[in-house]
């Protein structure tokens, strides 16, 4: 067992493992501490690099337990260690005290001594609930929240996700707390707080103080509600207003508020179904203006074009793609044709747009240069590829479109590994693409490659599917083929172009294997989160300053 971290949050962790009289060989993992020895307390080794620890899951245990009292650390931590092929492992000290009726406790949950979780209690992935700590019944905690010492939880109370509670805090009963929230020491909490608020006090009251004026702020809003002005579908836009409140008359101070606070487009309020959420629930998802955001911050524009590129994108990435990808000028070379069907498409398109699939065959580039040249204005500016033939599973949820795992990776520079934010299966419906835009659907893959729920579509009401639309074929607890491998792959794409760190690969599964369809580095955030049923700012907020415009 590894325990991340070697001071004061891992050593409480180690007098539990102590008292629980365990066997297992533990390790600790500390990459910034200088002043530690190579054996802690003459006995317990010290893991001072990734790459050690990264050896270390290949050759012993891949078990980890999080020694770390900061919530958000705690997630980034979880996520590295993930990276490098480590799991969380729950921790829960036999001199705590956990009822046996109702209670779900998540991975990697560490309970220490003397704290009490009665019944129908759940907890969150990578919590951690320290000595004396009280979570009493039917109470919902969250993921990679910390409860120091002496808190009580009461009864159907809620905490959201990375919350922190002081010592000797109390939330009272059916009080929520929201995600990112820190409540002070000793503070009685008697009504609700918003997400990523910090209160303290008898009663718990809202403390801290405002951003400074900044210049780049205030131009930064200015441009992107011009932005969402200039990119705004109105005719879309009153469509959607219709199908959710029943009139086409648009609520332009609602636009323009989640365009000012958010970063939201106008779009955004109806696909992210901002329209029936609070402001502190607007405040945790990735936004249009908010990813662009993080494209300015972790992406390498120049080297970006190699994703947007296809020509520059098929020689960078040849050997991953499981299929020939020819240019125009390719197509003036005397040489044979592709075997088979082709698929023509833009070399700069987006979002499925301007593909051709031709039903015939071709004996020569030349026919094949011939029919490019008679079916599309600017020929030169498209390109031709192999017709993928997908795996005979995902042809029988969906035959009418090739369909394509959405796989968006961050490269970390510190463990130098992929992570993988989401995996989102997308299907066609009706059309021969898959691409929201152009009307197909969405789900989300659990990491064990099964498809975790409905999938749904960009229209705000659009119906949750559990089998497909057209085939009736079962959509969730779809086993995704070849799933580990097509991630791995995914993986492979983003370590050779470390300088766009932020990707969302598209991958094609054939029977052979998973194939590279292209990348984005401007991926479709509407995409990433909609199927989950929750935003994933919280992620983006651990690798840049993502309040640097939006709070």
Same mark, same amino acid.
């Given at each position: 067992?590894?325990?991340?971290?070697?001071?004061?949050?891992?050593?409480?962790?180690?007098? /539990?493992?102590?008292?629980?009289?365990?066997?297992?060989? $533990?390790?600790?993992?500390?990459?910034?501490?200088?002043?530690?020895?190579?054996?802690?307390?003459?006995?317990?080794?010290?893991?001072?690099?990734?790459?050690?620890?990264?050896?270390?899951?290949?050759?012993?245990?891949?078990?980890?337990? @999080?020694?770390?009292?900061? /919530?958000?650390?705690?997630?980034?931590?979880?996520?590295?260690? *993930?990276?490098?092929?480590?799991?969380?492992?729950?921790?829960?000290?036999?001199?705590?005290?956990?009822?046996?009726?109702?209670?779900?406790?998540?991975?990697?949950?560490?309970?220490?001594?003397?704290?009490?979780?009665?019944?129908?209690?759940?907890? =969150?992935?990578?919590?951690?609930?320290?000595?004396?700590?009280?979570?009493?019944?039917?109470?919902?905690?969250?993921?990679?929240?910390?409860?120091?010492? =002496?808190?009580?939880? @009461?009864?159907?109370?809620?905490?959201?996700?990375?919350? +922190?509670?002081?010592?000797?805090?109390?939330?009272?009963?059916?009080?929520?707390?929201?995600?990112?929230?820190?409540?002070?020491?000793?503070?009685?909490?008697?009504?609700?707080?918003?997400?990523?608020?910090?209160?303290?006090?008898?009663?718990?009251?809202?403390?801290?103080?405002?951003?400074?004026?900044?210049?780049?702020?205030?131009?930064?809003?200015?441009?992107?509600? @011009?932005?969402?002005?200039?990119? /705004?579908?109105?005719?879309?836009?009153? +469509?959607?207003?219709?199908?959710?409140?029943?009139?086409?008359?648009?609520?332009?101070?609602?636009?323009?508020?989640?365009?000012?606070?958010?970063?939201?487009?106008?779009?955004?309020?109806?696909?992210?179904?901002?329209?029936?959420?609070?402001?502190?629930?607007?405040?945790?998802?990735?936004?249009?203006?908010?990813?662009?955001?993080?494209?300015?911050?972790?992406?390498?524009?120049?080297?970006?074009?190699?994703?947007?590129?296809?020509?520059?994108?098929?020689?960078?990435?040849?050997?991953?793609?499981?299929?020939?990808?020819?240019?125009?000028?390719?197509?003036?070379?005397?040489?044979?044709?592709?075997? =088979?069907?082709?698929?023509?498409?833009?070399?700069?398109?987006?979002?499925?747009?301007?593909?051709?699939?031709?039903?015939?065959?071709?004996?020569?580039?030349?026919?094949?240069?011939?029919?490019?040249?008679?079916?599309?204005?600017?020929?030169?500016?498209?390109?031709?590829?192999?017709?993928? $033939?997908?795996?005979?599973?995902?042809?029988?949820?969906?035959?009418?479109?090739?369909?394509?795992?959405?796989?968006?990776?961050?490269?970390?520079?510190?463990?130098?590994?992929?992570?993988?934010?989401?995996?989102?299966?997308?299907?066609?419906?009706?059309?021969?693409?898959?691409?929201?835009?152009?009307?197909?659907?969405? /789900?989300?893959?659990?990491?064990?490659?099964?498809?975790?729920?409905?999938?749904?579509?960009?229209?705000?009401?659009?119906?949750?599917?559990?089998?497909?639309?057209?085939?009736?074929? *079962?959509?969730?607890?779809?086993?995704?083929?070849?799933?580990?491998?097509?991630?791995?792959?995914?993986?492979?794409?983003? @370590?050779?172009?470390? +300088?766009?760190?932020?990707?969302?690969?598209?991958?094609?599964?054939?029977?052979?294997?998973?194939?590279?369809?292209?990348?984005?580095?401007?991926?479709?955030?509407?995409?990433?989160?909609?199927?989950?049923?929750? =935003?994933?700012?919280?992620?983006?907020?651990?690798?840049?300053?993502?309040?640097?415009?939006?709070?």
């Amino acid at each position: 067992m590894v325990i991340i971290g070697a001071k004061g949050c891992a050593m409480e962790i180690l007098t /539990a493992l102590r008292w629980n009289n365990t066997d297992e060989e $533990v390790v600790f993992f500390d990459h910034i501490s200088a002043d530690l020895p190579d054996l802690l307390y003459g006995r317990y080794p010290v893991i001072r690099s990734w790459r050690e620890l990264e050896t270390y899951f290949r050759t012993h245990s891949d078990d980890v337990v @999080l020694g770390i009292g900061e /919530a958000e650390n705690r997630e980034i931590m979880a996520r590295r260690v *993930a990276c490098l092929g480590g799991k969380l492992s729950t921790f829960l000290s036999n001199r705590a005290l956990i009822g046996e009726f109702g209670n779900t406790i998540g991975a990697g949950t560490v309970i220490l001594a003397q704290a009490a979780v009665t019944n129908h209690v759940t907890i =969150g992935e990578g919590t951690l609930v320290n000595k004396n700590v009280t979570l009493s019944h039917d109470s919902r905690i969250g993921c990679f929240c910390v409860i120091s010492p =002496g808190a009580r939880i @009461l009864g159907r109370a809620v905490v959201g996700d990375r919350t +922190e509670i002081g010592a000797n805090a109390v939330i009272l009963p059916d009080v929520v707390v929201g995600s990112g929230c820190r409540i002070g020491a000793g503070a009685v909490v008697t009504k609700n707080v918003d997400s990523f608020t910090t209160v303290a006090g008898v009663p718990a009251r809202k403390i801290g103080r405002g951003r400074e004026f900044s210049c780049f702020r205030l131009k930064s809003k200015i441009r992107n509600l @011009l932005y969402h002005f200039k990119t /705004a579908d109105f005719r879309k836009l009153r +469509e959607y207003n219709e199908a959710v409140a029943g009139t086409r008359k648009l609520p332009f101070l609602r636009l323009l508020s989640c365009s000012w606070v958010h970063g939201a487009s106008f779009a955004n309020y109806y696909e992210l179904h901002f329209y029936e959420m609070t402001k502190p629930e607007r405040k945790e998802y990735i936004t249009t203006s908010l990813r662009h955001e993080l494209t300015r911050q972790v992406n390498d524009p120049e080297k970006a074009r190699i994703l947007k590129d296809k020509i520059r994108f098929s020689h960078f990435y040849r050997d991953l793609l499981g299929r020939e990808v020819l240019s125009w000028e390719d197509l003036e070379k005397p040489l044979p044709a592709p075997a =088979g069907r082709i698929v023509v498409k833009p070399v700069f398109g987006q979002a499925g747009e301007g593909i051709h699939f031709p039903k015939q065959q071709f004996a020569s580039r030349q026919e094949i240069r011939d029919y490019i040249g008679r079916t599309v204005k600017n020929p030169q500016e498209y390109l031709c590829e192999e017709y993928i $033939v997908q795996h005979s599973a995902l042809a029988r949820l969906n035959p009418f479109s090739l369909n394509t795992l959405r796989i968006v990776t961050f490269y970390d520079e510190i463990v130098e590994k992929a992570e993988v934010w989401g995996v989102l299966l997308r299907l066609g419906v009706d059309r021969e693409t898959d691409n929201l835009a152009t009307g197909g659907i969405a /789900a989300p893959v659990g990491h064990d490659g099964i498809v975790s729920g409905p999938a749904v579509g960009k229209h705000p009401l659009t119906a949750a599917y559990d089998t497909h639309p057209v085939t009736g074929e *079962a959509i969730t607890g779809f086993a995704v083929p070849h799933y580990h491998e097509a991630v791995a792959l995914a993986g492979e794409a983003a @370590l050779r172009l470390k +300088e766009v760190r932020s990707i969302g690969a598209d991958v094609a599964i054939t029977e052979q294997g998973p194939c590279l369809l292209e990348g984005n580095d401007n991926w479709c955030m509407t995409l990433l989160q909609i199927p989950y049923r929750r =935003g994933l700012r919280h992620l983006a907020d651990t690798v840049c300053d993502m309040s640097a415009v939006y709070d």
